[in-house]
């Protein structure tokens, strides 16, 4: 089955560029989603189709993919942005995949 | 304003089973495939299965994990989704979400989910 391997965690100072990978074979071939979680929450789509926005997400989530990593960018990180992140992808086998997950804490 | 709302959670037994709902406004239910997607306690997301559209002849799909024991229903009359869920194990309990797919790969709105708790 396929696999979606997230850092455990990533922190980024306020105001600062956060970075967040999802690393998977030949993902640069698959459309990768992203959401985010805040505690107690559900979760929210944030990018989809690799660099898509949803109507009111920021324009300060982006998103790329290519080769075997996709990314999250969040720029100008804001405290509202704590939360955890998880990529997504379809594979025809599963079919939907969740990567592992990354916390972002804002410092 | 779209809006899914799950009911049904609660404890059981070990064997047991649980039938959550889900209920739908704000869109056109029956255009959409619908899915279930779990979360066990701070854990990661996993996706538990899904009901296409009428249009695509409601077939369903599950995860390997659940295949066999959960059955995913719907009600386009009353805009409702639903997860029959037999043979509960430990391994089970989780937050399930009820979540909207476009049909594309991901899923762009989610309910706030229903907690099923397994144990004895």
Redesign the interface.
């Known amino acids: 089955s396929y696999e979606l391997t997230q850092p455990l965690s990533v922190s980024v100072a306020l105001g600062q560029t956060a970075r967040i990978t999802c690393g998977g074979n030949n993902i640069g071939s698959k459309n990768v989603h992203w959401y985010q979680q805040k505690p107690g929450q559900a979760p929210v789509l944030v990018i989809y189709r690799d660099s898509n926005r949803p109507s009111g997400i920021p324009e300060r989530f982006s998103g790329s993919n290519s080769g075997n990593t996709a990314t999250l960018t969040i720029s100008r990180a804001q405290a509202g942005d704590e939360a955890d992140y998880y990529c997504q992808v379809w594979d025809g086998s599963t079919p939907y995949v969740f990567g592992t997950g990354t916390k972002v804490t804002v410092l | 304003e779209v809006q899914l709302v799950e009911s049904g959670g609660g404890l059981v037994q070990p064997g047991g089973s649980l039938r959550l709902s889900c209920a739908a406004s704000g869109f056109t239910f029956s255009d959409h495939y619908m899915?279930w997607?779990r979360q066990a306690p701070g854990k990661?997301?996993?996706?538990v299965g899904r009901t296409r559209n009428k249009a695509n002849s409601y077939t369903t799909?599950y995860?390997a994990s659940v295949k066999g024991r959960f059955t995913i229903s719907r009600d386009d009359s009353e805009n409702s989704l639903y997860l029959q869920m037999n043979s509960l194990k430990t391994e089970d309990t989780a937050v399930y979400?009820c979540a909207r797919s476009p049909g594309?790969?991901?899923?762009?709105?989610?309910?706030?989910?229903t907690l099923v708790t397994v144990s004895s």
């Open positions: 899915d997607v990661g997301l996993e996706w799909e995860a979400y594309s790969g991901w899923f762009d709105y989610w309910g706030q989910g």
